[in-house]
DNA sequence: GTCCCATGCGACCGGTCGGTCATATGACCG
DNA sequence: CGGTCATATGACCGACCGGTCGCATGGGAC
């Protein structure tokens, strides 16, 4: 965590420390982002850097654990559970590519706990991230069970939800991009593509993909609920 | 690609220093990963590395492009397709799955293709391995077109290439790790897992997912087939 | 023998990194 | 005013990196 040091700083100040940060760590892994870079872009003596923070790993997860999930919830808002499941995942799923489109950094940031690293403390980061998104996904799909909107048993709701996590990760990032026709450095540089792949394009892309995790779902699990689990 | 000297190499001494290159970029990514160490390890000096090859893209490069495609096509060996569309992607996916398994450190410098880097290099190195798998996918998808057992219009045959490819990569990669109850950087050290992951159940691992894939196919794509290309 | 040349080799180079430390600054207190 | 204390600062440190350079070596050609 930031020492008290950071949070008496003046706004404009941290705010500045704040935003080079996320730029750095959005355009490079852990290893590759520099602090150099970040307090000479900052305009922020490195001495005084570590007047804010323990070191560079201390800024790297107060990022990915506090400030990028606090700006996501922001800008997600609270989003009251209207319509049947299908509907509100696909809410989601479109809600989650426009936080991509409108802040391609801060996403970039939350998709960093995917990136491998040679490093134990920053895979440990990674992995409690990743396993938190995973968690959050199941708690949902479990609401599709609840609700009957899912027929997969019990057992294999971790093997979906995995499957189903990567489609809507990796997968429909992949697709974002091949609809924008750009690579994912190219867009980080821009502050919003709003213009570029707007609320209808996303909707449709949403539904599409909707289409093809209910498929997979109702047709998939139910063959497979025979399975035996490991010991 | 290598200088020739490389390839007048002693057999022994050029497979260490291979060996060596292997494990260290699959533990590390390209930048965390040090031409000094894999020297030390291999025991070789580095002024004769930089007689082998250019520099350390050079050798990143030559691995990614050459020598573990080469690996991993001698490991699938000449596959004939039998079967219907559904039997030979099943087939595909479970041998993608035993290679994970058999080979570890192989398969996960396959996937670092899918890491970010900051270097343009690279990051266009990373790109064109993955264009060519999803080239390849694509392929093998558009035969289940002609044969009818995919209904997807060709317009979305891209758009369900990449969910797919999303799917039976890094979905079914995390779901074997699952399986396994280890992360990936224990694995690497392994240089077979098919004592944990076996054949059986690995097939059914693969229909699973298989079933997956099919039910969003079948039903996912058609329902956008009216969608507009952009412009 | 002597020359040549491909290759082996490790000390060395410039540069960057994360992180530290001695000193400077300036607000507040008596 | 002098003293204290939190904070500001940038020169500096040791480690490591990718890459180079000049010398050593050794096997033919003659």
Known sequence: MPRSTFFNLPEERRNRLVREAITEFAERAYVEASLSQ??????????????????????????????????????????PPVGG?????????????????????????TA???????????????????EAGVAELRALLEEGVAEGA??????????????????????????VLQELGAELHEVLGSDSLRRRLGGARRRRLAAWAIQFIRGGLDTG???????????
Chains 1, 2 share one sequence.
Request: charged fraction near 30%; aromatic fraction near 8%; include cysteine.
């Open 150 to 175: 899912i027929r997969t048993p019990g057992a294999d709701l971790e093997h979906a939800t995995r499957l189903v996590s990567a489609v809507i990760g990796p997968g429909l990032t992949d697709l």
């Open 112 to 130: 960093a706990a995917a990136d491998p690293s040679a490093i134990a403390e920053v895979r440990g980061l990674h992995r409690s991230i990743c």
């Open 85 to 109: 499941f299908w509907a509100r995942l696909e809410h989601h799923v479109e809600r989650g590519m426009a936080f991509l489109v409108e802040h391609p950094r801060l996403a970039r940031l």
């Open 38 to 79: 970040i307090a000479v872009r900052a305009r922020i003596p490195k001495g005084s850097f570590y007047q804010y923070f323990e070191d560079k790993l201390d800024l790297y997860r107060w990022l990915l654990t506090e400030e990028v999930p606090r700006r996501k919830q922001e800008f997600l808002g609270v989003s």
């Open 221 to 231: 699990a139910p063959r497979s609920s025979t399975r035996k689990r490991q010991p």
